[in-house]
């Protein structure tokens, strides 16, 4: 069945929960002047439709400890469907990596990754990183400061 297109009242109800996912269908419809049982099943369609993926809490890292988030570049000689598979297994299961990104230039791979500390992430480094199946060069740029991090996505 193909997606419906969204309306203005969907992206309302999109933007609504990105800026507050613990909005009940109550106060999302007396947001945008609906009654709750059609706000409901706007609701309902978005989730079973695939735009909303799940709901979670934005965490400060910081005050869980993981003072280090670094950028790693990834170059890899192994393309092949079973060493792509194995790797990116392993990247999966790792809580250390928040984003993966194949990608275009120098290297095939880029990762946004979170560390205690400096000799946390050097652990991660060697007992994850270089095992990877085919790696052939790691470069890491380390975050001095964060300046900006939404995970907000323009809704228009």
């Known amino acids: 069945m193909p997606v419906k297109p969204l309306d203005k009242t969907d992206k309302a109800i999109l933007n609504l929960l990105q800026h507050d996912g613990r909005l009940t269908n109550s106060k999302i419809a007396s947001h945008l002047s609906l009654s709750e049982s059609p706000c409901w099943r706007r609701l309902k369609r978005l989730e079973d439709d695939g735009y909303i993926c799940d709901y979670q809490a934005n965490l400060d890292r910081r005050k869980l400890g993981l003072g280090v988030v670094a950028f790693v570049q990834l170059t890899v000689s192994e393309h092949d469907e079973t060493s792509t598979m194995k790797f990116e297994q392993i990247i999966l299961a790792s809580e250390h990596v928040l984003a993966c990104h194949n990608t275009t230039g120098e290297s095939d791979f880029l990762l ?25 060069a790691i470069r890491s740029s380390l975050s001095l400061r964060e300046i900006k991090s939404a995970t907000r996505l323009p809704v228009r």
Do not use: I, N
């Not at 992430?121 to 199946?133: C, D, G, I």
């Open 112 to 136: 946004q990754v979170v560390a205690r500390d400096l000799d946390d992430y050097s652990h991660f480094v060697e007992s994850y990183l270089r095992k990877l199946p085919g790696v052939t």
